[in-house]
């Protein structure tokens, strides 16, 4: 069973989801804007006969702290750092696969181009990491990174509307009475915190400083070649094919698997990909 845990990093709260032997090989989950582990609520019971699975919620997701941006530097380099102590010196986790998805790629590849020989695998999903996988749903968002003004932030601002909520969950899915509303529902109830909005708007703002490190993540890739699963909805507007593929670039070895759905691929094909997963481990 999965148990729902908090546990304190430089005094704030995190949450996160715990499930499997604690003495088996470890997989940690790190999920995407603006969800949360709930994203991962289908996933773990398929990994967990076998694998010791963790799942947290970033500072300002999920059932994590969310102190104001007064309180808290809303940055990536932050959300790693946090999670990073969380997983090593918290849970004292020594070696594990990461998982990424969207905000989870430059989440876990802070850590593991930091921590090299602790990452023993790479799941991607939908998480980029090259400039070609930047589609062009991004577009609104490059006079903010320029400019940052009430008027750049006017179309950014629609990111955080139930409308563009839903439209991330069911774009591009072969048949949305698969989604369950419960997913957008979820993530919609985060964003709509008070003050939530100004926290989603300094990470997207900051989401430039991933673009920054792309080589750095590249040339992590190049010399250590970690083994990479990639599982693609292949509809996304936000990452596309391209980006999933640029990956062989780097890591040739890499197994790829491109599937007829869009951002949140577990939503409609998470037997799919926790199959793909158990046999990238086995």
Known sequence: MTTYK??????RKMFYREAGPKDADTIVLLHGFPSSSHMFRDLIPQLADKYHVIAPDYVGFGYSDAPSTNDFAYTFD????YTEELLFKVLGLKKFTIYVQDYGAPVGYRIAS???D?????VVQNGNAYVEGIGAAFDPMKPFWANRNAETEK????LLTKET???QYTHGVKDASHISPDSFTMDQLFLDRPGNDAIQLDLLHNYQSNVVL???WHGYFRSKQPRMLIVWGKNDPFFTVEG???????LPDAELHLIETGHFALEDSCDFIAQRIREFLG
């Open 78 to 81: 932050n959300l790693a750092a």
């Open 244 to 250: 999933a593929q640029a990956y062989r670039r780097d």
């Open 118 to 122: 602790a990452v023993q695998g790479i």
């Open 214 to 216: 792309y080589d750095t």
């Open 114 to 116: 930091k921590h090299q």
């Open 155 to 158: 179309p950014v601002r629609a």
């Open 6 to 11: 908090y546990a304190t990093v430089r005094d």
């Open 165 to 167: 909520t839903i439209f």
